[in-house]
């Protein structure tokens, strides 16, 4: 089945800069949409970013929009996520996701086919 790998995550200070990367495996790759979720400690998943089969559409949450980008490179099946001017509310574990569906990842992410095992992600102030 779908197998995905999270990595890139560590600790920041507020301001700062961080890649996250996920390298897909056991399917099609273009066959799937792809996003990130997040989840910090006490709260519910939530919808991060998400990006189309053929990358030319992303989509993003209110609370990323305008500092976080999604891109994926087919030719290497993987997904990235920079993330750019953190904030310590970005602080969470964060899971790269996959599904045929692209609604569902921005919509209802606990819903979504595959996850990731995570990486971690802490900001500092």
């Known amino acids: 089945q779908v197998h ?18 996920c390298v897909f495996s056991g ?3 273009r066959d799937y949409a ?3 979720s997040r989840q910090a400690p006490g709260k519910e998943r939530e919808f991060v970013a998400q990006v189309s089969w053929s990358g030319m559409s992303q989509y993003y949450a209110d609370s990323v929009k305008g500092r976080f980008t999604i891109s994926r490179d087919n030719a290497d099946n993987t997904v990235h ?3 750019n001017n953190l904030k310590p509310e970005d602080t969470a574990v ?8 692209a609604s569902k990842i921005r919509v209802t992410p606990g819903q979504v086919d595959h996850w990731g095992q995570g990486t971690q992600v802490s900001v500092s102030s």
């Open 4 to 21: 995905l790998v999270e990595s890139g995550g560590g600790t920041v200070q507020a301001g700062g800069s961080l890649t996250l990367s």
């Open 34 to 36: 792809m996003g990130w």
């Open 94 to 101: 964060y899971y790269c996701g996959a599904d045929p569906s």
């Open 81 to 83: 996520l920079q993330m």
């Open 27 to 29: 399917g099609t790759f």
